[in-house]
């Protein structure tokens, strides 16, 4: 330094002598510290390490030279390990070798070392990052199948992430090129994928089953199982497609808790009895509310023409379209739905398409039925020995006249008629072609199916369907507008007869030859008139069933939180039905004319339904959605019926124009219903949960003044196994939530109009005009029936949610009963419509459990098994005795109650059965009844296993139920011109016998046989376990169908109602009848191939 520049140096303000000073000090500070440098300079320093933190260098160049580093801990932190090996060196030769490479430079003041960052050392092509890159990409399965839902998040930075949408794409923008993608998701392993600076990646993910995350939809929104606050099941179309059935009812049966599904018969389109959690009315309806894909399915019976044909509206849709059905059962899962949920709510979802090149599915498959559980009747001998015998009791001698069996007909002649008329061989042939595919926006898929069905009776009656299925789904580019249109259509053709050949299959069986020697129906033997049961085969009865389903839905997000949408649907049910009597098909000997019946109805309905959604997130910690929303929808019904006879010729019978008289009655109805709905739902840190839903309903069903009220409901979760104190859970306990849910819904499953008085045209005129009758009052007071609903439930998953076990318990009170009040006859009406302070209520358990038994690489086995308990009840009903339903109902009972004599065995010397007095007034009748039981089941369920063996797989389900039933051997009057079951030889013979069933007679003991139809005797054990399903296929491995130029293909063989275990006999326990054919045994076999 210039000591001349700083003896020059001037302070301006200050004195000379402090000046002077302060000049004296700075040169002698100046002088002593470039001593002091030069000085450390000249230190030595030896060193040897390796790979050893620079910090530690630091420290033993303290220790060897008496200085002192000064420096940043963030500095030295930042900073590589370093490598020194020397001897006797200075200290700036090992400073300098200590931070060469480094970002580093140091200064040495006093016994200071201080060491800083040093930017002008740093190599910028090396240290500044590229710059963000943007990633698209698409989330596939190992099947290629698109993965939607699946969360895409930068490892690292939580904030940074998407999910893929429905065609499994994703995008993220502004990216590190070397970035860490973590993918996450229901039902999929999770995997870390690096970008390696890629900007279009296809990422392969392995499925795995996670049923707490799985979907489910909830008719306006859809949530998961695991936040799911409300009673829903659902059943996937995996379970759907193992079933050989034609109706989507079938394959329910037995799955659901708390779902009661019974089928009427054997027959095609048979009808279904659907109940969810008890019957709730005493006189009104009980069915579900079904919804297909936003749209209120109608599930009327149209069938007006024949008594067996039940032509189920459920029939017209086919199985292999649907991708799942969800059911809705307590008040928090259906108040959204209002009055139309009281009974229940079943969705069903059709199958969507998924991005990526198209695919062809083929599905063919081939099978048949056979009845089975029918009661095996007396051979000629033994019938022939009954008749004899039932004379001979009644005290008869045999005539032409009253045992034309005996003295005319052929008594060595045997027909069998089970086997006869339902011994035959049910077909069934189905093809079914889906096409399905799509790009990152646009979804589509299509699918066809033909099937056919006949029937296990003699001819050629049957059904045959074809049915359409379309669905195509659509996003922007920006992801802010969504449409979805979907529609189905159906096409049915039944040939049936007017009546159930079963209802003959007791015919005597020696019953003469029923053609004679050129064809024609035979009548009679011996001048002996006979029922000939192929007449029915000539009794035609056919119907051509349509059905149009159409549902568009348009949604725009306005804002991320803030989404509008509007469902609009439209669907039309046709039913064309013509029902001829031929001359052929009647006796001559009565001079027959041929009649005919012409039926055509119409329903339509649609729906509209706007809806507004905002879902937001608070606080990092929790989410909350407001939904609002209206429903209106309208429902017209047009029906026509001409029926005609008088035909001469059986030519004519096609047309009106040949009949003599015909007559024609047309009706016609309008329903209308609208609603306003509001949901809001809250999702706290991921474990607690609530969800609110009000709505006001508006019913065309009832008087102006009483149309409208109120619904709602509440719901709680707890999701405890998400509390720190639950992190070691009990058990394995992986999984645990409580919930609870109370709400009110209405009923207005009423006949349209039923609140307005009616009138009726008489046949007495009066002076030549045509006079007119009232027929039903007017009541413009009558609402709504009210339903409450409580629920309480337990939800637990253990060892990593492999065993789920679920308990619901629910209590259900419906009241502001509507029934028919009955009147003085001074009024001139019988009964008047009203409501009544009587309360029904249902109580029951639900379990279900699904474990997965075994998961390894090639072999996998897993259990489901469901259990409800249910007890219904008529817990009040003020002043019943004053009322006709005292006969039929008692407080504190079931609805389904059964009331009847009351059994005392079979009286040692008559032969006949006895009854006891019970009011001991010396005579046994309708007094001596009493309540005996319910025909309700006590409890039902089921049970399925899965097994998996690499391509492999075998399914079989169990179907059981406890309940009681009537007797269908009981009161059979055994003796009369009627065959028998084989049971009914147990009988009595002579005075002492101890026998089940009363003598043989023809007619002096049928008050007695009568009275034990209606007796506690008659009601027994008709529990069963059916199995329900069992399936077995095997999926061609890959390399083969590689080889074939075809993406899969998969073999597999189907049973239905394959065995009854049961006590009960004479019948199949689920449709408890002699005369009614029950389900049939089907063994179905087929091929699906993808290309």
Known sequence: MNLKVLCSWRMPGLPKPLQRIMKLTTIFILAATLQVSAKGYSQKVT??????????????????????????????????????????????????????????????????????????????????????????????????????????????????????????????????????????????????????????????????????????????????????????????QSDINKQPVSNPLATLQGRIPGLFITQGNGLPGSSFSVLIRGRNSIQQGTEPLFIIDGVPFNT?????????????????????????????????????????????????????????????????????????????????????????EALQNDGIMPSNANAPDLLLWDTTRYTNFKSLLTGGTARTNKVNIKLSGGSRQTLFTFSTAYYDESTVFPGSWGEKKLTFNLNINHTSEDKKLTTQFSSSYSTDKSSLGQGDPTNFISLPPNTPELYDSIGR????????FFNNPMALLLKTYENRSEWLNGNFIVGYKFLPSLTARINAGYNIQRLKETSLTPIAAQDPASNPKGSSSFGDSYISNWIIEPQLEYNTSFHKKGNITLQLGNSYQSKSTNST??????????????????????????????????????????????????????????????????????????????????????????????YGKLRVSYGSVGNDQIGDYMYLDTWSGTSFPYQGTPGIRPTRLQNDNYHWEHKSNLELALETGFFQDRLLFNVNYFRSRSNDQLINYLLPGQTGFGSILQNFPAVVQNVGTEISINYKIIQQKYFSWSCTFNLTFQKNKLLSFPGIEKTSYASSY?????????????YNGINSTTGNYQFNDLNQDGVVNTLDQYFVGTRDPKYYGGWQHEFNYKGFQLTFFFNFVKQKGLDVLAGNFAGTRTNMPVELLNRWQKAGDNAIYQRYSTGSALAFASQVRSSDVALVDAS????????????????????????????????????????????????????????????????????
Request: hydrophobic share 35%.
């Open 47 to 236: 060193l040897s390490v390796k790979d050893v933190p620079i910090e530690n260098v630091f420290k033993e160049i303290e220790k060897q030279t008496g200085y002192y580093f000064a420096y940043t801990r963030e500095l030295i932190q930042s900073i590589g390990p370093v490598s020194l090996d020397v001897k006797d060196a200075t200290l700036k030769d090992v400073l300098d070798q200590c931070i060469k490479g480094q970002p580093l430079s140091y200064t040495i003041t006093a016994k200071v070392i201080s060491v800083k960052f040093d930017a002008a050392k740093i190599d910028l092509t090396k240290v500044l990052p590229a710059p963000p890159i943007d990633v698209k990409g698409k989330i596939v399965n190992e099947n290629g199948e698109p993965v939607e839902g699946a969360t895409v998040l930068v490892k690292g930075n939580k904030t940074k992430g998407t999910s893929s949408d429905s065609n499994g794409y994703f995008e993220l923008k502004g990216v590190d090129e070397n970035a860490t993608l973590v993918i996450t998701g229901v039902n999929i392993e999770t995997r870390e994928i690096k970008i390696n600076s890629k900007t279009e990646l296809v990422i392969t993910t392995k499925t795995v089953e996670k049923p707490l995350e799985e979907t489910i939809i909830k008719g306006y929104y859809t949530t998961s199982k695991r936040f799911n606050t409300g009673s829903v099941d659902k059943l996937s």
């Open 300 to 388: 009327d019976r149209q069938t007006q023409r024949s008594q067996i044909a039940a032509n189920n509206p459920f029939n017209l849709i086919n199985p292999l379209d649907i991708e799942s059905i969800e059911v809705l059962k307590d008040a928090e899962a259906t108040a959204i739905y209002g009055s139309r949920g009281a009974n229940g709510v079943i969705l069903i979802t059709t199958k969507k398409g998924n991005a990526g090149v198209p695919k062809l599915e083929l599905n063919i498959s081939t099978g048949f039925g056979r009845a089975q559980s029918l009661a095996d009747f007396m051979t000629t001998e033994q019938y022939i020995k009954m008749r004899r």
């Open 521 to 528: 129906l035979n009548w009679r033997k011996n001048n002996a």
């Open 641 to 734: 019926i001409t029926d005609a006879s008088g035909y001469i010729n059986d030519e004519l019978i096609h047309s009106t124009v040949g009949a003599t008289s015909i007559t024609t009655a047309i009706n016609s109805s309008q329903y209308k219903y609208s609603g306003f709905f509001a949901r809001l739902s809250v999702n706290w840190q991921k474990r607690y949960l609530l969800n609110l839903t009000g709505r006001r309903d508006g019913s065309s069903r009832f008087g102006l003044n009483k149309r409208f009220s109120n619904f709602g409901a509440a719901a709680f979760g707890w999701i405890f196994s998400e509390e720190a104190f639950m992190k070691k859970g009990p058990l394995g306990l992986s």
């Open 890 to 902: 008692m407080v504190g009972s079931p609805l389904a109650l059964f009331r009847g004599y009351s």
């Open 1024 to 1091: 069963y376990i059916k199995l329900r399903n069992a399936t077995i296929s095997y999926l061609l491995p890959k390399t083969i169908c590689q080889r074939l130029h075809i993406k899969g293909v998969q073999f597999f063989v189907q049973g239905q109602n394959l065995l009854t275990l049961t006590r009960y006999k004479g019948s199949d326990p689920e449709v408890q009848s002699l005369t009614t054919l029950p389900p049939l045994r089907i063994i179905n076999t087929g091929i699906t191939i993808t290309f």
